[in-house]
């Protein structure tokens, strides 16, 4: 069928006010990862209100809708946790009672990223309204848990336990009102050495482990730090950049190079009058193309001090039960993930925007620094932050794109907003989006 884009922008402008209302809604049942269950009830109820052809919330707590009834799902993800809300008094507004004007609705989680599953149960429902469904594909929209606290956790369980496995997944984070085609990973490790305790008064009679650590950490300061040439003997991470080091150097400079840094430390001592006779760091390892989570670990053990001071390095493990109780144990790797730019899912969510609003990011109105940054950037980019991308293409290798409502740059932050503009931009593009694959893409 041809795809009709001046019904379908006119079916999402048409549900504008539904939309805003029902973000509205799951601000304001505030819920951080473990406690998205009030959320997850609301949803169920739109989808099924909306006449969703099933709607269900899964063993681990994750809300899944499926609109048609084709014989291949094409996911629309959206994670319905958001952090805390952290100093109230950096919030010129009320976080939970949020606000809403004429172009923007204020709140935690509007931008990150409730205004996604928002859109993609409304693009469903356009699919729906205006005969779009096919034996081809059902539409499978997922409000999922935990991303926060471990992202991709709940695509594993799904995957994995669910059997839930699309033909490829829309990850509607916020991107600007770009198109993000992958990301850089992330991993978390944990280095320990030991020493031997003594008194304060003798240390020489001990082998004090912070002054071994503090070895450890100058060389993780170097492996960030460092250039990649012959000059230094510890070369740094922005080597995976060059051909030389990495065959995956082109997407490499695309997603950025990897970084790391320390972010937590601990000690062991028997008081403060006594030599440490251990200590522990947490580094967070971003990684790009080309890296792995072995050779992430390798790199830490080979640093001289590592080996110097028998460091034991390894990664976190995350096992927090979900709101319904349920634990899915995980190592805290999360990979590197990027669909080619020539790739079909790719070409045709291009297709999908371009049909509809043009080659250009779309930027709501009357929002200045947000029009200029979207006018410099190109339609089609990449993420700076991880999402649940890391587990279904990073570890699945379900082909998975990006395209959501909101900005990256109000993530985490006080004051978080959204703009009505964006909700109803994705819902159309999300609507148009299945037909122009399965007709001019598979």
């Not at 890296?291 to 830490?300: A, D, L």
């Not at 001090?305 to 096992?319: D, E, I, L, Q, R």
């Not at 043009?358 to 190109?378: L, M, S, T, V, Y």
Request: with cysteine; glycine share 10%.
């Amino acid at each position: 069928m041809a795809v009709d884009f001046k019904k379908i922008q006119a079916a999402a402008e048409g549900y504008a006010e539904d939309m805003n209302k029902f973000l509205r809604d799951l601000v304001y049942l505030y819920g951080e990862s473990c406690e998205e269950g009030p959320r997850a009830k609301r949803i169920k109820e739109e989808m099924e209100k909306l006449g969703f052809t099933k709607a269900w919330i899964d063993g681990q707590g994750n809300v899944l809708g499926e609109m048609g009834t084709g014989k291949s799902l094409i996911a629309f993800d959206a994670h319905i946790d958001t952090v805390g809300i952290g100093n109230k008094d950096n919030w010129k507004f009320d976080p939970v009672e949020g606000y809403e004007n004429d172009t923007e609705i204020g709140g935690r989680g509007t931008s990150d990223q409730l205004g996604g599953i928002v859109s993609a149960v409304y693009g469903a429902k356009i699919m729906k309204d205006l005969d779009m469904l096919s034996d081809e594909y059902t539409a499978l929209v997922t409000g999922t848990v935990q991303e926060e606290d471990c992202d991709g956790n709940c695509w594993l369980y799904m995957i994995e336990q669910e059997n839930i496995k699309p033909e490829f997944v829309v990850s509607t984070e916020p991107t600007d009102g770009g198109i993000y085609r992958g990301q850089r990973g992330r991993m978390e490790i944990r280095v320990d050495v030991e020493g031997v305790s003594s008194h304060g008064s003798a240390p020489e009679r001990g082998d004090n482990a912070i002054y071994k650590m503090a070895d450890i950490l100058k060389e993780i300061e170097q492996l960030n730090e460092n250039p990649a040439d012959d000059s230094v003997e510890i070369k740094g991470l922005v080597k995976m950049l060059d051909e030389k080091y990495n065959p995956e150097w082109k997407e490499a400079n695309f997603l950025g190079r990897g970084t790391v840094t320390t972010s937590q430390i601990f000690y062991t001592s028997p008081s403060r009058c006594a030599v440490a006779d251990s200590c522990s760091i947490s580094l967070d390892r971003r990684m790009t193309a080309g890296e792995t989570w072995e050779s992430c670990i390798k790199e830490i053990e080979d640093l001289p001090s590592a080996k110097k001071h028998g460091a034991k390095v390894t990664m976190y493990k995350y096992s927090r039960p979900s709101w319904t109780g349920l634990s899915y144990e995980q190592e805290c790797y999360f990979p590197t993930w990027v669909i080619p730019e020539d790739h079909k899912v790719t070409k045709a969510l291009e297709e999908a925007h371009k049909g509809l609003y043009g080659d250009k990011r779309i930027a709501p109105p009357k929002a200045e620094k947000e029009i200029e940054k979207r006018a410099a950037r190109p339609l089609t980019d990449k993420w700076t932050f991880s999402t649940n991308g890391v587990a279904t293409m990073g570890r699945h290798n379900i082909p998975t794109i990006g395209f959501g409502p909101g900005a990256e740059d109000q993530a985490h932050a006080p004051n978080e907003i959204t703009w009505k503009q964006d909700l109803v931009t994705c819902a159309a593009v999300y609507a148009a989006l299945p037909t122009i694959y399965v007709e001019n893409h598979r």
